[in-house]
């Protein structure tokens, strides 16, 4: 059965994990299928290989215990001017595993591909729902529930979180998983990444869990209200 419960599109392999790693092991851990799709293999970033990145991003999502982890080939710093082929093998990835939640990066971000995944993946999750619209793998139409946006480098003030704080270890072990990215050596390219960036993510998830009364929390925008249908069902809502 190739149907997800929740899919989470990233530009990068490792970026949904700075986002909601978290998310998608205390998911996982309740018996909801979660995958990840990478639209590209990160060829042009600073540190490390595309093979080791690979390696790293298979770890990282074994940690997470991933239902499945799909690897597109568009190309890296060139999602910018959204292509049909780039709309169709991202329509193909939705109507293939079916999921009821997508994640994609908040388009807000200072890494330009982040914010283009963003608006490829919007616009798949459109063209996904038309009946006659045909995708590269010729698959029926089909469009998720929800589109919920999750943060890599900014910091907005969520329209929602989720507590995550029996999972925040896992997701440190996960984004430590990229030690080509994260970890220091003497080979290293200083960029963003290998200048405490997980103490970063760390601060912003506890900012967000003390904003919720929780320990760790992983915040995300909509562009829709939130129903809630029972008011007295508990702090954590609908996701």
Excluded: W
């Excluded at 940690?63 to 193909?92: F, H, P």
């Amino acid at each position: 059965m190739d149907r997800l419960d929740i899919l989470a599109f990233g530009a990068h392999p490792d970026d949904v994990e700075i986002g909601m790693g978290a998310t998608l092991a205390k998911y996982a851990s309740e018996g909801f299928r979660v995958g990840i799709c990478d639209l590209t293999k990160a060829e042009y970033s600073s540190n490390g290989t595309v093979e080791q990145r690979q390696k790293e991003a298979k770890t990282a999502g074994e940690i997470l215990k991933l239902t499945a982890r799909i690897q597109l080939s568009l190309s890296d710093r060139g999602l910018k001017n959204i292509t049909e082929d780039q709309l169709s093998d991202v329509v193909s990835v939705i109507r293939k595993y079916k999921p009821s939640i997508v994640f994609t990066p908040y388009q807000v971000d200072r890494h330009p591909d982040h914010g283009a995944c963003s608006d490829i993946v919007k616009e798949a999750v459109f063209n996904a729902g038309i009946k006659r619209y045909i995708c590269s793998e010729k698959l029926n139409a089909f469009r998720p529930d929800d589109v919920y946006f999750y943060f890599i480098n900014g910091y907005e003030h969520p329209d929602f979180v989720v507590d995550v704080t029996n999972f925040f270890e896992t997701k440190m072990r996960a984004l430590q998983a990229y030690e080509s990215q994260f970890i220091k050596t003497v080979n290293t390219v200083d960029t963003p990444l290998t200048n405490g960036y997980i103490a970063v993510v760390e601060a912003r998830e506890r900012l967000f869990g003390k904003e919720a009364g929780v320990t760790y929390a992983e915040g995300f925008k909509t562009t829709k209200p939130i129903v809630i249908t029972n008011l007295f069902a508990g702090k954590e809502q609908r996701l």
